[in-house]
């Protein structure tokens, strides 16, 4: 008997501790397995696709492919010139009545520039910078396999600073158009152009950044930001993908010094190719247009309106019975996306809405006071100060 109890006792004790055991794992799990400290690593899927060890040794077929459509042009513009501006001066006047220099017939002197533009059809059509051939009385376009030939004016677009050339020569060579929406930074780029009149020549870099806007170069910015060399007289040639794809009209240069300092920017070919489409049916861009005038939303303004964040761009403006406005927007609300595509600045409603055709049917999601609304107007065309074929 006594043992049956000492053995009743050794079970009991056995089950109980167990028991105990039991319970402290499930409450506190960390006295078996102590807490360690552990770094989280993300690490690559595997995968099987093969990857270049190197970049190509030569981009001459690239070049090859699209250099030939790539042309020279200088223009050349008539200016009056006055040499004897001391003749204005107030005394002259009192004596004589009116200023002497009035008698004085000016002189004219020739203005002349360099640049360059690309040739987008075989049957002439070129595109290049406005500001290059802005005012010309005579435009001559060099080809690489030196033909020359005048060039007329068929359009031109202040807004994005391009303007379109014809070229009434046989067997031209057009260039490749390639795809800008599809760029990455990092992707090699490759400028082709006439910097300082020195002939055609080819320079190298990377796509440092897209859809550039608030330059204060045009009114429609998205720009293409490369660090390939761009100098004077560069403008209006092409911006080209390691294929020899046109990707962009290159058209101005960041400098303090007037060379380049690897910040250069062209416009987006998809941009350039519309304007050119436009200009060859409709002698202008066509662009739509509703009528609203509007600003970013920033910290301050939304404290001071209170709203709850910074989303959107604030309507601060409409014209009357303008398309906004018959669609029912008002000042005040905050648009959040057009056409599903959210918008953040101001010139994302304004590139959103341009390139839009009049009469389409433009939708727009907005904020008014704590409800978010559908409206859809109907683009008309955007007013243009500049309307010339």
Do not use: C
């Not at 049957?123 to 010309?136: D, F, K």
């Amino acid at each position: 008997m006594r043992l049956r109890s000492i053995l009743s006792y050794i079970v009991r004790a056995v089950v109980l501790g167990l028991a105990i055991a039991f319970v402290l794992t499930v409450v506190w799990p960390d006295l078996l397995h102590p807490k360690t400290d552990s770094v989280e690593i993300r690490q690559a899927l595997p995968t099987t696709a093969s990857r270049p060890d190197f970049g190509p040794v030569s981009y001459a077929a690239a070049v090859e492919n699209s250099a030939p459509a790539v042309v020279n042009i200088n223009t050349a513009k008539v200016v009056s010139v006055r040499r004897y501006s001391f003749l204005n001066e107030p005394l002259f006047e009192r004596f004589f009545g009116h200023s002497l220099d009035d008698l004085i017939t000016p002189q004219q002197r020739v203005e002349t520039s360099l640049g360059s533009g690309v040739i987008m059809s075989d049957s002439g059509y070129i595109l290049t910078n406005h500001h290059l051939i802005e005012g010309a009385d005579e435009i001559q376009v060099s080809l690489r396999d030196g033909r020359t030939a005048s060039a007329s004016v068929i359009g031109k677009d202040p807004e994005t600073d391009l303007a379109v050339l014809k070229l009434d020569l046989e067997n031209l060579p057009a260039i490749t158009v390639g795809q800008s929406e599809g760029l990455r930074i990092g992707d090699v780029v490759l400028a082709i152009g006439n910097p300082f009149g020195f002939g055609q020549t080819v320079t190298m870099g990377i796509v440092s950044a897209t859809g550039r806007t608030k330059l204060g170069i045009n009114t429609f910015e998205n720009f293409i930001q490369t660090d390939a060399a761009i100098n004077p007289g560069n403008s209006g040639g092409a911006l080209i993908d390691a294929n020899g794809n046109l990707v962009g009209i290159n058209t101005a240069i960041f400098s303090r010094s007037g060379g380049s300092q690897g910040i250069g920017f062209a416009i987006p070919v998809s941009l350039a190719q519309n304007v050119l489409q436009d200009i060859i049916e409709h002698g202008r861009a066509l662009r739509g247009w509703l009528g609203i005038e509007a600003r970013a939303i920033t910290p301050e303004l939304a404290r001071s309106l209170g709203l709850l964040d910074t989303r959107g761009v604030l309507v601060v403006g409409i014209l009357r019975d303008g398309p906004a406005h018959q669609a029912g927007l008002q000042p005040g609300d905050v648009i959040l996306t057009i056409d599903d595509k959210t918008i953040v600045e101001a010139a994302d409603a304004l590139l959103a809405i341009s390139s839009r055709k009049p009469g389409s049917r433009i939708k727009l999601h907005i904020a008014r006071n704590d409800t978010e609304l559908d409206l859809e107007a109907v683009a008309i065309e955007r007013p243009s100060r500049t309307r010339s074929r």
